[in-house]
Nanobody, 125 residues
Framework: VQLQASGGGWVQPGGSLRLSCAASGRTFSRYAMAWFRQAPGEERKFLAGMTWTGNKRYYTDSVNGRFAISRDNAKNTVYLQMNSLKPEDTAVYYC???????????????????WGQGTQVTVSS
């Protein structure tokens, strides 16, 4: 499985970005997906996740109401729409996929098997 993340960049506080993660090599539609981020000197942290059916979404408190995860199974792509960005959102953002079909494996980064290469998001004025 290969995951290719894109869409990062520089944005001013209050701005928006949409990250994309394109998957190849597996039946994408049968897997839950998640987004994490890692700031310098910090652990990789869960941001948002979505079940394989798309009927449940999970968010960490710090992004709930500002970020939205979605997926397009026809394009084998998961998205993270980020609004009202803050300087503390600055980090490298990663998409992740578990090794097992159907299950949403939670917020622990260790539970995910496949990772995108990361895309840098910088929020500053």
């Amino acid at each position: 499985v290969q995951l290719q993340a894109s869409g990062g960049g520089w944005v001013q506080p209050g701005g928006s970005l949409r990250l994309s993660c394109a998957a190849s090599g597996r039946t994408f539609s049968r897997y839950a997906m998640a987004w994490f981020r890692q700031a310098p000197g910090e652990e990789r942290k869960f941001l948002a996740g979505m079940t394989w059916t798309g009927n449940k979404r999970y968010y960490t408190d710090s992004v709930n109401g500002r970020f939205a995860i979605s997926r397009d199974n026809a394009k084998n792509t998961v998205y993270l729409q980020m609004n009202s960005l803050k300087p503390e959102d600055t980090a490298v953002y990663y998409c992740a996929l578990p090794n097992e079909k159907y299950a949403f494996v939670g917020e622990d980064a260790g539970a995910y098997y496949y990772w995108g290469q990361g895309t840098q998001v910088t929020v500053s004025s």
